[in-house]
């Protein structure tokens, strides 16, 4: 019993550090809802929004629970997008906008 308990340990922590590794991989995955949810936060329509709809973020930051992507409109404003998946390492990729900096 004791020997199934080390390979149960085992076997999850080999998969949360895949889970955590495959989160923090691909960024540009989640890009685009990133983009969305700014224009969203701004009240704008995707295609009325003053980020350009192949706007690139300004800077990024990934980790083992979610992604975060800066972008700054027109007006020189900066704006936060925070993407995390449904229930940590499964489901689908949601993103919310706020003001702000990752600097």
Not at 17 to 24: L, P, T
Not at 71 to 87: I, V
């Amino acid at each position: 019993m004791r020997q199934f308990l080390w390979y149960l340990i085992f076997a999850v922590s080999l998969f949360v550090g895949y889970q955590g590794y495959v989160n923090a991989q691909n960024f540009r995955e989640t890009q685009g809802d990133a983009r969305n949810a700014v224009c969203k936060a701004l009240n704008q329509t995707p295609e009325a929004c003053d980020l350009p709809g192949n706007a690139e973020p300004n800077g990024h930051s990934t980790g083992v629970t979610g992604r975060t992507y800066q972008f700054t409109t027109k007006g020189g404003a900066s704006w936060l997008a925070e993407c995390k998946r449904e229930y940590t390492f499964f489901g689908t990729w949601s993103c919310t906008a706020r003001s702000g900096s990752l600097m």
